[in-house]
Protein backbone atom coordinates (compact mmCIF):
# COMPACT_ATOMS: atom_id res chain seq x y z
CA UNK A 1 0.00 0.00 0.00
CA UNK A 2 1.62 3.09 -1.15
CA UNK A 3 1.38 5.86 1.77
CA UNK A 4 2.22 8.51 -0.62
CA UNK A 5 -0.34 11.04 -1.19
CA UNK A 6 1.17 12.51 -4.08
CA UNK A 7 -0.35 9.22 -6.12
CA UNK A 8 -3.88 9.43 -5.00
CA UNK A 9 -5.49 11.92 -7.50
CA UNK A 10 -9.21 12.14 -6.11
CA UNK A 11 -9.36 13.18 -2.65
CA UNK A 12 -12.91 14.02 -0.80
CA UNK A 13 -13.33 15.66 2.94
CA UNK A 14 -15.89 14.71 5.32
CA UNK A 15 -16.76 15.87 9.47
CA UNK A 16 -17.50 12.80 11.68
CA UNK A 17 -21.22 12.90 13.00
CA UNK A 18 -22.00 12.58 16.57
CA UNK A 19 -24.01 8.82 15.68
CA UNK A 20 -20.93 7.65 13.94
CA UNK A 21 -18.73 7.20 16.93
CA UNK A 22 -18.91 4.36 19.88
CA UNK A 23 -18.95 4.03 23.41
CA UNK A 24 -15.43 5.11 23.59
CA UNK A 25 -15.79 8.29 21.43
CA UNK A 26 -14.46 7.88 18.81
CA UNK A 27 -15.40 6.26 15.52
CA UNK A 28 -16.52 2.97 14.87
CA UNK A 29 -14.62 0.45 13.41
CA UNK A 30 -17.16 -0.14 10.80
CA UNK A 31 -17.97 3.55 9.96
CA UNK A 32 -13.96 3.83 8.41
CA UNK A 33 -15.55 1.24 5.88
CA UNK A 34 -18.79 3.69 5.15
CA UNK A 35 -15.94 6.39 4.69
CA UNK A 36 -13.98 4.17 2.12
CA UNK A 37 -17.51 3.56 -0.01
CA UNK A 38 -18.76 7.32 -0.11
CA UNK A 39 -14.88 7.86 -1.30
CA UNK A 40 -15.15 5.23 -3.88
CA UNK A 41 -18.54 6.56 -5.01
CA UNK A 42 -16.86 10.14 -5.39
CA UNK A 43 -13.74 9.44 -7.29
CA UNK A 44 -16.49 7.24 -9.66
CA UNK A 45 -19.02 10.72 -10.21
CA UNK A 46 -15.66 12.38 -10.78
CA UNK A 47 -14.99 10.02 -13.63
CA UNK A 48 -18.25 10.77 -14.78
CA UNK A 49 -20.04 8.03 -13.69
CA UNK A 50 -23.42 7.75 -11.95
CA UNK A 51 -24.86 5.52 -9.61
CA UNK A 52 -28.05 4.57 -10.30
CA UNK A 53 -30.54 3.72 -6.95
CA UNK A 54 -30.52 -0.04 -8.11
CA UNK A 55 -26.57 -0.20 -7.43
CA UNK A 56 -25.53 -0.58 -11.21
CA UNK A 57 -23.84 2.44 -12.66
CA UNK A 58 -25.86 4.54 -15.57
CA UNK A 59 -23.57 2.47 -18.14
CA UNK A 60 -25.09 -0.59 -17.08
CA UNK A 61 -22.20 -1.53 -15.36
CA UNK A 62 -22.61 -3.74 -11.78
CA UNK A 63 -18.88 -3.34 -9.65
CA UNK A 64 -19.20 -5.66 -6.54
CA UNK A 65 -16.90 -5.17 -3.37
CA UNK A 66 -14.99 -9.05 -2.89
CA UNK A 67 -12.71 -8.20 -0.35
CA UNK A 68 -11.75 -5.68 2.25
CA UNK A 69 -8.54 -5.33 4.04
CA UNK A 70 -8.55 -2.59 6.46
CA UNK A 71 -5.67 -0.98 9.14
CA UNK A 72 -6.05 1.39 11.57
CA UNK A 73 -4.06 3.22 12.72
CA UNK A 74 -4.65 6.09 15.13
CA UNK A 75 -8.63 7.15 16.30
CA UNK A 76 -10.91 9.89 14.79
CA UNK A 77 -13.76 11.89 16.78
CA UNK A 78 -16.84 13.68 16.89
CA UNK A 79 -16.39 16.76 14.61
CA UNK A 80 -13.01 15.81 13.00
CA UNK A 81 -12.67 17.15 9.54
CA UNK A 82 -11.39 14.27 7.15
CA UNK A 83 -9.40 13.71 4.13
CA UNK A 84 -10.20 10.92 1.91
CA UNK A 85 -7.68 9.63 -0.63
CA UNK A 86 -8.69 7.53 -3.18
CA UNK A 87 -7.00 5.70 -6.18
CA UNK A 88 -7.14 2.46 -8.34
CA UNK A 89 -3.93 0.87 -7.89
CA UNK A 90 -4.47 -1.94 -10.70
CA UNK A 91 -6.68 -3.24 -13.41
CA UNK A 92 -6.90 -6.64 -14.03
CA UNK A 93 -9.23 -8.69 -16.90
CA UNK A 94 -11.94 -8.34 -14.59
CA UNK A 95 -11.56 -6.85 -11.33
CA UNK A 96 -9.34 -3.66 -10.05
CA UNK A 97 -8.23 -2.32 -6.77
CA UNK A 98 -9.59 0.39 -4.81
CA UNK A 99 -7.02 1.75 -2.43
CA UNK A 100 -7.69 4.71 0.45
CA UNK A 101 -6.06 6.26 3.01
CA UNK A 102 -7.59 8.46 5.69
CA UNK A 103 -5.94 11.31 7.12
CA UNK A 104 -7.21 14.07 9.58
CA UNK A 105 -7.24 17.18 8.61
CA UNK A 106 -6.15 19.86 10.91
CA UNK A 107 -2.98 17.44 11.93
CA UNK A 108 -2.43 15.80 8.67
CA UNK A 109 -2.84 12.13 11.31
CA UNK A 110 -2.83 8.73 9.28
CA UNK A 111 -5.82 7.39 10.47
CA UNK A 112 -7.24 4.56 8.34
CA UNK A 113 -5.20 2.47 5.39
CA UNK A 114 -8.17 0.18 3.31
CA UNK A 115 -8.05 -1.53 -0.27
CA UNK A 116 -10.94 -3.08 -1.66
CA UNK A 117 -10.72 -5.78 -4.92
CA UNK A 118 -13.76 -4.84 -6.61
CA UNK A 119 -15.23 -7.08 -9.43
CA UNK A 120 -17.35 -6.64 -12.56
CA UNK A 121 -20.23 -8.78 -12.44
CA UNK A 122 -22.69 -9.37 -15.28
CA UNK A 123 -26.20 -7.82 -14.49
CA UNK A 124 -28.44 -10.82 -15.21
CA UNK A 125 -25.63 -13.57 -14.58
CA UNK A 126 -23.98 -12.17 -11.47
CA UNK A 127 -20.77 -13.93 -12.95
CA UNK A 128 -17.61 -11.86 -13.40
CA UNK A 129 -16.75 -10.36 -16.98
CA UNK A 130 -13.89 -8.28 -18.84
CA UNK A 131 -14.21 -4.53 -17.50
CA UNK A 132 -15.49 -3.02 -20.63
CA UNK A 133 -12.23 -1.06 -22.55
CA UNK A 134 -14.86 2.18 -22.14
CA UNK A 135 -13.78 1.67 -18.60
CA UNK A 136 -10.77 0.80 -18.67
CA UNK A 137 -9.38 3.97 -20.73
CA UNK A 138 -11.36 6.31 -18.63
CA UNK A 139 -9.27 4.70 -15.55
CA UNK A 140 -6.21 4.61 -17.27
CA UNK A 141 -6.49 8.23 -19.04
CA UNK A 142 -7.44 9.72 -14.99
CA UNK A 143 -4.63 7.62 -13.04
CA UNK A 144 -1.79 7.75 -15.77
CA UNK A 145 1.77 6.02 -14.54
CA UNK A 146 0.11 4.85 -11.02
CA UNK A 147 -1.99 2.43 -12.04
CA UNK A 148 -0.29 -1.27 -13.07
CA UNK A 149 -2.46 -3.07 -15.77
CA UNK A 150 -2.11 -6.79 -14.16
CA UNK A 151 -2.84 -9.63 -16.93
Known amino acids: MDLNKSKYKHKFQLRVR???????????????????????????????????????????????????????????MVDDLLDIYTRISYLKNSSFCFE???????????????RSVQVNLNPTTNRPERLPDSLRKVIIDFEGNNLEILT
Open 100 to 114: HLIFKSKTDALLVTQ
Open 18 to 76: NFQVDSQGIVHNAIYLEYCEIGRVEYVRNLGIQLLPTGIFDDGLKINVKRNEITYESPA
